[in-house]
């Protein structure tokens, strides 16, 4: 069964494609999958893994997780959002 797609919502969004390294901030966030959009709260980050199971910041990344506010270290962000094979979507 094909994954839904991640659905990203910013109402000024002016970098479609973030190519900095940077981590993107964005309004709200809802994620769609066969058992219905879920909500993502703010304060939240989500992780996207092109590569699943790669390993960064300590963590082997599954394909999407979203991590509560204050749950990674400033250093695993650091690390995650180095690396092209994950993504930070950061939900304010």
């Known amino acids: 069964m094909a994954r839904a797609p991640l659905e990203r919502k910013k109402s000024d969004m002016t970098d479609e494609a973030n190519t900095t390294g940077e981590t993107d901030t964005i309004s709200s966030v809802e994620i769609l999958n066969e058992t219905g959009p879920r909500s993502v709260s703010a304060g939240s980050m989500i992780v996207v893994?092109?590569?699943?199971?790669?390993?960064?910041?300590?963590?082997?990344?599954?394909?999407?997780?979203?991590?509560?506010?204050?749950?990674?270290?400033?250093?695993?962000?650091?690390?995650?959002?180095g690396s092209p094979e994950l993504e930070i979507i950061r939900v304010s």
């Open 49 to 81: 893994s092109r590569i699943p199971g790669f390993r960064r910041g300590g963590i082997e990344h599954p394909p999407l997780k979203i991590w509560s506010e204050g749950e990674l270290s400033k250093a695993q962000i650091t690390a995650i959002s």
